[in-house]
């Protein structure tokens, strides 16, 4: 008979990358609930040199910290390359990816299949995006900043504080 406890030795790291360019509630609420199921979560900022961002690496790297400065299990790193090479890397036994739609799981279970090529031994676990954020996504924060709208409650406090520093001027 397998024993379940002797399976389960292994903490269960976890990567979730993405590009929070910038960061907002909506994969805050996806990284605490995923540092709840695992026992340690890398928030992986992915630098992709071909895409215009808001924030340098070092920005994003900076502020992503900054909001998990105080929570024990939530590391966070960056990575030029593929998300599932860094996971493979850092042996991670999970990646996290989020869902908001038939359209981000189309795209996210196409990428899957691809992953598995890449490395088999790390699973990907989809996240569905919680109710009240599922409209939320960096590319509509960055639309509303150059239009000056207001994205306030897009993005955790810190980030429109840093924002507004940063010269970012919105109604
Ligand atoms: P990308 O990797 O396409 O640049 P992001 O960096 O914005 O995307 O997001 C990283 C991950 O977080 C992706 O799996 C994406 O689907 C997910 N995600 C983004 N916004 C939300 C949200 N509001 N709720 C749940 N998941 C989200």
Known sequence: MTNVID??????????????????VGHMDIIYRAADLFDELIVCIMVNHKK??????????EQ????FKDTANIRVD???????????????????????????????????FFNHRISPE?????LGASMDYVNISSSAVRELL???GNISGLV?????????????KYE
């Open 52 to 61: 215009h961002c808001l924030f340098s690496e070092a920005e994003r790297l």
């Open 78 to 112: 960056s990575y030029h390359g593929l998300a599932m090479a860094y996971a493979k890397e850092k042996k991670a036994k999970v990646l996290v990816r989020g869902l908001r739609s038939p359209e981000d799981f189309s795209y996210e279970y196409n990428m899957t």
């Open 146 to 148: 150059a239009f000056g």
């Open 64 to 67: 992503v910290k900054m909001l």
């Open 7 to 24: 399976r389960n030795k292994e903490p269960v790291l976890a990567v979730y990358p993405g590009s929070f360019d910038p960061i907002t």
């Open 122 to 126: 790390v699973e990907t676990v989809f």
């Open 156 to 168: 955790p406090k810190e980030i429109e504080k840093a924002i507004i520093e940063r010269g970012g």
